[in-house]
């Protein structure tokens, strides 16, 4: 469990399969995921039994501290102790909550474990261009813009250019 102020993050499990398919079928979410089929449930369980074994990404529930309540997800993917380097991914399901602070503490606590726990050097994503709330963020977090891949996707019928960023443990641990 990692505290912060207002949320925890929980390492995720299998009884969190309804949550996960429910945020991930929101129209809002499915709008700035890559994919564009949200997961069933037998889907999501084979994924989560496939991520247990290749030990490679950690996943985490967010948990709203006041309410115990599991608002969203946030993890690091393809992590690569070689290269000390991993992918962010964050999603915010509970539309009740969100442009609340919650991604921005959920972020700040997962980039700490990242650099000084797991003893990552650098933490990069991919965003779509046009989805100027999460390039805030994500700014306002310390990632810097790396570059445009143009017309990078196509989803919903249009070709849509993907912003790279990362993040780098500046304090230099080894």
């Known amino acids: 469990m990692i505290d912060g102020q207002r949320v925890q993050l929980r390492p995720m499990t299998l009884a969190d399969t309804a949550d996960v398919v429910r ?64 992918e962010y991914g964050i ?32 933490v990069y994503l991919l965003a779509f261009a046009d989805h100027s709330a999460a390039l805030k963020l994500y700014q306002r977090l310390g990632f810097q813009i790396e570059g445009t891949l143009r017309d990078h996707m196509y989803k919903r019928g249009a070709f849509r250019d993907v912003i790279m960023m990362a993040i780098l443990n500046q304090a230099g641990t080894v």
């Open 91 to 122: 999603l915010i399901g509970e539309a009740d909550v969100r442009g609340q602070g919650y991604a921005r503490e959920a972020s700040a606590l997962l980039l700490d474990y990242a650099f000084n726990e797991l003893q990552l050097h650098r």
């Open 23 to 86: 945020w991930r079928s929101d129209p809002f979410v499915i709008e700035s995921m890559f994919s564009d089929e949200p997961p069933t449930s037998e889907s999501h369980t084979r994924w989560f039994e496939q991520l247990q074994l290749r030990g490679v990404r950690q996943e985490f529930i967010i948990v709203e501290r006041a309410t115990g309540r599991a608002i969203g997800t946030i993890g690091l993917s393809g992590i690569d102790r070689l290269h000390r380097r991993a």
